[in-house]
């Protein structure tokens, strides 16, 4: 079992950048890949970005956040994060922190076994 912590979210204007954290706690964190979801009020939870269980093994973006947002992790402090630049309106969402124990990472919710409690985003006009 692995415990899943996001942080810093919050109000921001359109433009602005923000950096989300996801510390995790339990089982070896190498051994999970990792991954951002959002979900926004009335739609589905939607994929964000993906990292593999180490950062070599390659990242992937919903194609709505690729060249603004980056995924990285951090093994040695076992927290993944979400530098998010450029941000737009449509962002706003809650964001969740997910892992999975495989080398590789996934696009579907499903992929993933475990999940943090979510941090809001709210990107202002």
Not at 39 to 60: C, W
Not at 87 to 96: A, N, Q, R, S
């Amino acid at each position: 079992q692995v415990q899943l912590v996001e942080s810093g979210g919050g109000l921001v204007q359109a433009g602005d950048s923000l950096r989300l954290s996801c510390a995790a706690a339990g089982r070896t964190f190498s051994n999970y890949a990792l991954g951002w979801f959002r979900q926004a009020p009335g739609k589905e939870r939607e994929f964000v970005a993906a990292i593999a269980s180490y950062s070599s093994l390659g990242t992937r973006y919903a194609d709505s956040v690729k060249g603004r947002f980056t995924i990285s992790r951090d093994n040695a402090k076992t927290t993944v994060y979400l530098q998010m630049n450029s941000l737009k309106p449509e962002d706003t969402g809650v964001y969740y922190c997910a892992a999975r124990s495989a080398v590789q990472s996934g696009r579907l919710a499903s992929d993933y076994d475990h999940w943090g409690q979510g941090t809001q985003v709210t990107v202002s006009s």
